[in-house]
């Protein structure tokens, strides 16, 4: 169940790396590429998981470009504080991600994300368009602009909105388990990860539960614990006090590059907001994932990874369209066998 990850350890193709944050504790990440290179790409994972879950999707760049996978705070291996009182809205991922790229990444990067992490990643893009040259985002957390109207400007009804169904599931998730096996068999096939390709679930888990018993290694009586704790988990589900159309706003004035991947079922985005978000911002790209939910980028890597490997050659690598060469192909179907 580690042996992917493992094997990524010895060829030497994923490093770990941590960045001690000027308010106290540490943003944990994942890269792959040449460590002498500038970050090309940096992905965010969706609300519960952490950058090594999508691991398998992003390894491959890292033959190309130098990629990064941040645990955003409260999530992961990261140390940064999390107190689910305090969270009100995602603009506290959206300054820690910023912190990060001033740092690290100056020059600006690919900026993908998943779920919450697609929404942090357009909310950093519209604070600091700079530091983004493109957007690759897998169904974003973007609801209508009536939610936000709401939950900024009536505190009252913003209370009863923070009470969403999701935030309850998670408030009530199971959170210790007796051994990694136990965890990865508790999840396999089941809920929402029952349409997840392999090793998406075995990574995920990596940075998703760490042992807290001090027993001894090969001890029967182990106690693993999620380190997205559900508390926080669903305080961050509950915290839409966010600002996404506001942000598109300067992204499409600053012509940053924007695809969004959004599954033919169970997507986050309405079709009204898809609607809306095409009048929005014409040059953008919606592309439908044909018999994906909410979960594509672990149904369908292949389709982020392409859409990743596409900003990567014409935003870094500087290919352009009179690069590409036409595919030819005979349409005449030949028939074998007696007529």
């Known amino acids: 169940d580690r ?13 770990r790396f941590t960045y001690e944050a ?12 040449d460590p002498i290179k500038p970050f090309s790409a940096v992905w965010l994972h ?8 999508y691991q398998s999707l992003l390894a491959p760049l890292g033959l190309r470009q130098r990629v990064a996978a941040l645990d955003m705070r409260g999530h992961g291996r990261s ?6 009182g305090r969270m009100k809205s995602w603009k506290r991922h959206r300054d820690d991600v910023i912190e990060w790229l001033e740092k690290e990444a100056p020059q600006g990067v690919i900026l ?13 893009a519209g604070k600091r368009p700079d530091l983004v040259k493109g957007l690759v985002l897998a169904d974003p957390v973007i609801m209508s602009k009536s939610v ?14 923070r009470r969403n169904a999701m935030a309850r599931q998670a408030k009530k998730r199971r959170a210790e388990f007796g051994s990694f096996r136990e965890a990865l068999e508790s999840y396999t096939g089941r809920g929402a990860f029952k349409s997840w390709r392999e090793p998406f679930l075995a990574d995920y888990l990596l940075d998703g539960i760490e042992r807290t018993d001090h027993n001894s290694a090969d001890s029967d009586e182990q106690t693993w614990r999620l380190l997205c704790e559900p508390k926080w988990e669903a305080a961050t589900f509950a915290a839409q006090r966010n600002r996404p159309w506001g942000a598109l706003r300067r992204v499409k004035k600053h012509h940053i590059p924007m695809t969004i991947l959004r599954p033919t079922r169970d997507s986050v985005i309405s079709d009204k907001v898809r609607a809306r978000l095409i009048l929005s911002y014409p040059a953008m790209m919606m592309k439908a994932v044909r018999g994906t939910t909410h979960f594509l980028p672990m149904e369908a890597p292949y389709e982020v990874r392409d859409q990743l490997s596409a900003f990567l050659a014409r935003l870094v690598e500087r290919f352009t369209l009179e690069e590409d060469a036409f595919v ?6 030949r028939r074998r066998g007696p007529r």
């Open 22 to 33: 000027k308010a106290g504790g540490e943003m944990a990440g994942i890269e792959f590429g």
């Open 3 to 15: 042996s992917v990850a493992a094997r990524l350890w010895i060829e030497g193709l994923m490093r």
């Open 46 to 53: 969706a609300t519960g998981f952490n950058g090594m879950t």
């Open 148 to 161: 936000y109207f709401w939950q900024h400007m009536l505190s009252p009804i913003s209370f009863l909105l």
């Open 79 to 84: 140390t940064l504080q999390a107190k689910p």
């Open 328 to 333: 030819e192909r005979s349409l005449k179907v």
């Open 112 to 124: 993908g994300g998943h779920s919450m992490g697609g929404c942090v990643a357009l909310l950093v």
